[in-house]
């Protein structure tokens, strides 16, 4: 699982400004639908980037709150916060998603974005949500399949190898493919099921791919792939400057789920 310590914080931060994860968020949100004077509650706010969004879509009349096991998360969520004038209305604290600490039917949505994938047991944590929603309240999940994450390179199988290290922080590297089950499990039904691609063809070196092969990198020597093997890997990617030479896809999913009587 990953450590979010303060550089990991820092570094999210950093990767969840690119416009593809703009625009990942934008995605989640239509799917969220929030609307004027609804309770939400964000699960995993990591840096609030999500929770201020909503924030906004939920104003006036209603309110945000935004949990996080990290407390580092929650420094950088309440700073965003406090930058973005929305005190009054996101309220962020320490939270853990398997034990929720608010009254059954609580909330209009609960919304987690790349987090269960971080919690060993998530089907506790998605029943936690179903039991804090509201009739008619809808549950939105989105999260990644790391086989399902391409970069080009001199050396596929070498790729392979890092690319199952990042996934390997992850309780589920692989979640999507158990969430329609996991939802049905906790009493919801199955209302959205989607996927998009963060899709990159030319390099960016503060682009989301690039982003993320310093996490693949760290990853890959705490599991025994040898630091030459690692530095002539980051070399190969970072060395695809010319048009056509960088591909980088991650495919992401997103899923709802709706509670009835």
């Not at 303060?6 to 593809?20: C, E, G, M, Q, W």
């Not at 320490?94 to 949505?109: K, M, N, Q, R, S």
């Not at 020597?221 to 960088?246: C, F």
């Given at each position: 699982m990953l450590d979010y310590d303060?550089?990991?914080?820092?570094?999210?931060?950093?990767?969840?400004?690119?416009?593809?994860i703009v625009d990942q968020r934008r995605r989640l949100r239509a799917v969220v639908a929030a609307a004027s004077g609804e309770a939400g509650l964000d699960i995993g706010c990591g840096a609030g980037h999500l929770a201020c969004e909503l924030a906004r879509e939920v104003a006036p009349g209603g309110h945000i709150v935004a949990i996080d096991r990290s407390r580092q998360s929650i420094a950088a969520s309440t700073a965003r916060v406090a930058k973005e004038g929305l005190e009054r209305v996101v309220d962020v604290r320490?939270?853990?998603?398997?034990?929720?600490?608010?009254?059954?039917?609580?909330?209009?949505?609960v919304v987690g974005a790349q987090v269960y994938s971080d919690v060993p047991d998530v089907g506790r944590a998605i029943r936690e949500a179903a039991r804090v929603l509201r009739?008619?309240?809808?549950?939105?999940?989105?999260?990644?399949?790391?086989?399902?994450?391409?970069?080009?390179?001199?050396?596929?199988?070498?790729?392979?190898?890092?690319?199952?290290?990042?996934?390997?922080?992850?309780?589920?590297?692989?979640l999507p493919r158990e969430l329609p089950a996991l939802l049905r499990a906790?009493?919801?039904?199955?209302?959205?099921?989607?996927?998009?691609?963060l899709l990159e063809t030319s390099y960016d070196p503060t682009?989301?791919?690039?982003?993320?092969?310093?996490?693949?990198?760290?990853?890959?020597?705490?599991?025994?792939?040898?630091?030459?093997?690692?530095?002539?890997?980051?070399?190969?990617?970072?060395?695809?400057?010319?048009?056509?030479?960088?591909?980088?896809?991650l495919n992401r999913f997103i899923f709802a789920g709706t509670k009835h009587r």
């Open positions: 303060a550089v990991t914080v820092a570094r999210l931060d950093r990767l969840y400004s690119t416009p593809p320490i939270g853990d998603a398997t034990v929720l600490e608010f009254p059954d039917e609580t909330f209009d949505f009739t008619d309240g809808r549950l939105v999940i989105l999260d990644s399949d790391w086989d399902m994450c391409v970069w080009r390179s001199s050396d596929p199988v070498l790729t392979r190898r890092m690319i199952a290290a990042r996934g390997a922080l992850f309780a589920h590297a692989h906790a009493g919801l039904t199955l209302a959205v099921a989607q996927v998009f691609s682009s989301f791919g690039a982003g993320i092969i310093e996490i693949a990198r760290e990853a890959a020597l705490k599991r025994g792939v040898t630091s030459t093997e690692v530095a002539a890997w980051e070399a190969d990617l970072r060395s695809r400057t010319w048009d056509g030479e960088w591909f980088f896809c």
